[in-house]
């Protein structure tokens, strides 16, 4: 797998939330030989004993059980001791979700059906963002106790922690909310994570708007996960397929900042390549 990834022309490669222990072994011996380099690891990464899928809310910072929680916390710090094992100075972390029924598969069926600016659309948004606003107090004191147990445990590892903007509506911290967490915890072992994908998609909801949402965090901001949408909310298609205006992110997006293509696995390698020199003619990097 790293060697494909390799002989992509990558130098670096994210291990991610589907990654099973018994790949582990394989992994060490690439990175000690040399073979790849890791930039990132998504948590929970390895995977927890017994599980064999993508988990990565498989146990939530916010769940209002503690064991959950407990669980959470003991494998997220397992991530910490991988990255160190891999040299990774990165961890991208989902920061937990709220109970709420499904607005955003409400909203996307009306997307779909060309009801984006129709009174049913806005009003089903209005209470979408009420009902969030409201509920969100407790789910976010539980991250905050996790936070202060994991930034200290990342500053000592000289770790960083990229906090995902993610799609989902019930998902924390919600869009305006980003700001009052790095102000609360401005520790530089604490970043902004812009996937490209999922604030695509909570723009075409009508929550933000992407380009002004990235600026608004660019003083913290780590890096990205770089996938493409297409209408409404098909995520991690190559660049250029889909309505993503990079050349509006472009100010941002700086040489220090660690960039991940996060593409699906059934796209063919030539248009993974094709992404690639797409994104490279807009962003230069």
Known sequence: MLLEIRELGFEYAELSHGTRLALVPGIL????????????????????????????NLYEFTSDKPRDRELALKYTLKTF??????????VVLHLGSMDLKDYGGKLEGLLEDGQRNTPKYEKLLAEAMAKREAKKKPYMDRLYEMLRILVPEAEKRGL????ECREAVQEIPLEADFATLF????SSAV????????????ENLGFIHHAAHLGS??????GFHIHDVQMPAKDH?????GIIDYAALKPFVKPEHIKVFE???SLPVDAVKAGIVHLKSIWGQ
Request: glycine share 10%.
């Open 183 to 186: 102000k609360d915890f401005p």
């Open 29 to 56: 011996e690439s990175v000690k030989a040399g073979e790849i380099k890791i930039s990132t690891l998504h948590n929970f990464c390895p995977l927890p004993m017994g599980i064999e899928r993508s988990a990565p």
């Open 263 to 265: 593409l699906s696995p």
């Open 237 to 241: 298609c190559a660049p250029g397929t």
């Open 81 to 90: 001791d991988f990255a160190e094992r891999v040299h990774a100075p990165m």
């Open 160 to 163: 960083k922690l990229g906090c």
């Open 217 to 222: 965090l660019a003083g913290r901001l780590g």
């Open 191 to 202: 970043t902004y994570w812009h996937d490209t994908g999922h604030a695509q998609i909570k």
